[in-house]
Structure formats: C-alpha cells, structure tokens
C-alpha cells in the first residue's frame, strides 16, 4: 500500500517526516530542496565553502526543507528561520520542526519576515532559500529589495526558469508573475547569478526543477566561481 506522505504529515506531522524521509532513503531522492538530487549537491557544494551562520528559509510549507537546514546548522552552531504565512502550515511546521532547539518559525509574509530578521543577520553569513512562492502576490521582488542589503549573503531561488535548458520545470502564474530573469531584473544588484551547469536531464527529465543561485559578496562569487556544477549567468 503506498503510503500518502503529505496527507500523514498534516494529521501527524513527525510521522509524515519519517514517511518522506523513508520514501527519501528507497528513492534516492531528498525530502527537501524540491526532491532534487543535483541541487543537494550544488548546495553541498557551496556549504563546504562558506561558513554558514544563519540558515533563511521563506515558505515553511511542511518544515521539510527546514528540517534539512537545522541539521547542517546544528553541526556549525548556526540558527535556522523559516516563515510561512498559511496558519495551518505554520502549524503543522510547529509539529515537525518547531521543536528543534535551532529553528524558529514565524507566521506571516515573508517580506515582513526578512525585514524584521534584517536587524538581526543582515551583517551575518546568510545562506537563504526563497520558496514562498503558491499565492497570489507573489513576494519575490520584495524580498530581494530586502536581500540586496544584506552583503554577505547567497540565495538559492527555487522554481526559476533556467534560461538555457526548459527542461528544469519552473513556475509561471501569468504573463507578469513568471519566476524567471526578467520577473527579478531590477530587484537585486548582486555581483552574481549562477544556473545549473548540467543538464535537466540529470536530474530526472520528468521531475526536474529549476533554481538559480545569487549571491550579493564578491568574496563569496569567487567561490561560487570554483563550483563545476553551477555555470555563472553574470
Ligand atoms: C513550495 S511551498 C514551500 C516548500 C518548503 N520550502 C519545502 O522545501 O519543503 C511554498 C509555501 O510558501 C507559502 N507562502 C506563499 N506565499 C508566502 C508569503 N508571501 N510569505 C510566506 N509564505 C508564503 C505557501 O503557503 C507554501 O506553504
């Protein structure tokens, strides 16, 4: 019988984490950062590099990304915060991450999220992964408006058009709210924008998602640069 991993996680949020991390382990393919393979590398990727000391997540959704970040996080004595503006969503997160001594979650709109955190870690080490993405506003130029002051910070954006290769799915919820180059053009002046350097095809055609990476240090562009699984887009 396949078990229904998310509907578990609503009704009993810390067996629904056992449930995707079980299915995780027969696949082969992560709980979190959309079920990608290749990103989790890319992602170890840039961990190695830089030294993390702030983990920030926009769109809780079940806490399984968040879940992931607290871990990493914990092995560095780094903190995790993650936002997400559903009541129901927040507390279904509460069940299976709100627990953890390094997260804490927040209710609310994302853009008033970071802004309330930017006093806090705008001068930190920040990697942040923006995923509040589903609604009809869609946050992200805002949030960027807040990131660009943020100058030590690199940010993965999840469900981006990648601009040479359709085969990564992105999302597109009419002609204006596309996440793509020319939705944030304008939002961020960062010193540099990497895309995957391998194929959709590597990750699975059917179930491959696009992301892009930013990051807002020349200092940390360099070492992005050294990255043979990203390829830098300017
Ligand atoms: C794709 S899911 C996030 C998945 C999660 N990051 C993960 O990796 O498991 C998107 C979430 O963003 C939330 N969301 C949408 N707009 C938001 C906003 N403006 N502020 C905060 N959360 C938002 C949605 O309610 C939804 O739970």
Sequence with gaps: MMIDAEKL?????????FAHRARAFVTGKPYFFNRQRMRLRVFRDISARILFENYV???????LTTRFLAGEAKRRQASV??????????RIAKGTVGAI???????????DFLRSLSAKVSEEVNFVYLDAHGR??????????????????VIMIDDFKVP????????????????CMRYIAGSIDSTAIYFPAYEAAAEGAAIARGYCVISTSGRYADMLDEISLLRRFK
Aim: glycine fraction near 8%.
């Design 9 to 17: 996680t609503r009704s009993y949020p810390r067996l629904g984490v």
């Design 57 to 63: 997540e926009t769109g809780t959704y079940l806490g």
């Design 81 to 90: 915060y993650s936002c997400e503006i559903n009541d129901d969503y927040y």
């Design 101 to 111: 001594e390094n997260v804490s979650l927040h209710c609310g709109n994302s853009v």
């Design 136 to 153: 009809s506003y869609l946050p992200l130029r805002d949030e960027l408006l807040v990131l660009r002051n943020w100058p030590k910070t």
């Design 164 to 179: 040479h290769d359709e085969g990564f799915g992105w999302d597109k919820y009419d002609e204006e709210r596309e996440i």
